[in-house]
T-cell receptor
Framework: GQNIDQPTEMTATEGAIVQINCTYQ??????LFWYQQHAGEAPTFLSY????GLEEKGRFSSFLSRSKGYSYLLLKELQMKDSASYLC?????????FGTGTRLQVFP | EAGVVQSPRYKIIEKKQPVAFWCNPI?????LYWYRQNLGQGPELLIR????????DSQLPKDRFSAERLKGVDSTLKIQPAELGDSAVYLC????????????FGPGTRLTVT
């Protein structure tokens, strides 16, 4: 079967740093995506990792360890607008398998 | 560049009624996906099209769900008859099979079955 685990909820303070973890056990692996989804809106692409290591893009970074089946999304200098759900998704061949998402609440 | 367009945005129907959702993908994107997202969950793939061919419909409940993508562009997803458990957000996404297979999502249709 396919299993992707993320924490259900996290809270953080404006200006802080937060790390959202994702562990996966899938029948194959062709890359890992992070999507952001504000309530009532479509998921939007944040990052894509296919090789081990850290990918940095502005305030957001994503890390992948294929041997450990582990990824994290790092959000720096948190802003109120970062309050959203963050979805980890593993690409298995041409299919994306999503985790349940982590709901992040940023407080002033 | 216009994004993925879906309509309607919201739909409320009584159980046993039929319902249809429409999706127009990003121009030039050959791959189209329909997902269902239940509250507090991640999207789950229902069906994937490559041009007009359904290449993965293993998760589509075929007794009541049907989909088509005529001419390999727009797509419709139909439920007949709807059940209470079908209440969810139905998302359409498209991709161009580039290096990352990044998928672009539409705003979704929120279906409520009463």
């Amino acid at each position: 079967g396919q299993n992707i685990d993320q924490p259900t909820e996290m809270t953080a303070t404006e200006g802080a740093i937060v790390q959202i973890n994702c562990t996966y056990q899938t029948s194959g692996f062709n890359g890992l995506f992070w999507y952001q989804q504000h309530a009532g809106e479509a998921p939007t692409f944040l990052s894509y990792n296919v090789l081990d290591g850290l990918e940095e893009k502005g305030r957001f970074s994503s890390f992948l360890s294929r041997s450990k089946g582990y990824s994290y999304l790092l959000l720096k200098e948190l802003q109120m607008k970062d309050s959203a759900s963050y979805l980890c998704a593993v690409r298995v061949w041409d299919k994306l398998i999503f985790g349940t998402g982590t709901r992040l609440q940023v407080f002033p | 560049e216009a994004g993925v367009v879906q309509s309607p945005r919201y739909k409320i129907i009584e159980k046993k009624q039929p319902v249809a959702f429409w999706c127009n993908p990003i121009s030039g994107h050959n791959t189209l996906y329909w997902y269902r997202q239940n509250l507090g969950q991640g999207p789950e793939l229902l069906i994937r099209y490559e041009n007009e061919e359904a290449v993965d419909d293993s998760q589509l409940p075929k007794d009541r769900f049907s989909a088509e993508r005529l001419k390999g562009v727009d797509s419709t997803l139909k439920i007949q008859p709807a059940e209470l458990g079908d209440s969810a957000v139905y998302l359409c996404a498209s991709s161009d099979r580039g290096e990352s297979y990044e998928q672009y999502f539409g705003p979704g249709t929120r279906l409520t079955v009463t």
